[in-house]
């Protein structure tokens, strides 16, 4: 089976409701962040991501609006990949059992790599 669509029907069962659901929005809000230089600390940073359980499509809701991002899921996991035209990759990944969930930020800023990872849960609603 095809592991988006695996963890499509993961989200749904989860979620008796709404079974008749084709999109599901996750609201992300993450409230921890730790840099490349090994810096932890508090931040307020949220993303949201609509997955369309039958298209197996996926998009991530930023200032700019709407973009399309890839979905990957096998079990009780469903990550998110964003690929950005500077060649950076940024990834979130969701624990659906605990909505648990981890921003990774593999970014170049004026040729200077900048990676960072954020730590917080994700509000699913189908």
């Not at 669509?5 to 929005?25: E, Q, R, S, Y």
């Amino acid at each position: 089976m095809n592991g988006r669509l695996t963890a499509g029907l993961l989200l749904i069962a989860a979620h008796p409701v709404g079974a008749m659901a084709k999109v599901i929005d996750f609201e992300c809000h993450f409230v921890r962040t730790c840099s490349e230089a090994n810096e932890c600390g508090q931040t307020d940073f949220n993303l949201q991501f609509k997955y369309d359980t039958s298209t197996s499509k996926a998009f991530i809701i930023g200032n700019a609006g709407l973009s399309e991002v890839e979905a990957y899921g096998e079990g009780p996991g469903l990550s998110f990949l964003e690929r950005l035209s500077s060649g950076a990759i940024q990834s979130t990944t969701i624990n659906l059992a605990d909505q648990r969930a981890v921003h990774s930020r593999h970014t170049i800023i004026a040729e200077q790599a900048a990676y960072s990872q954020f730590y917080g849960r994700c509000k699913i609603h189908v």
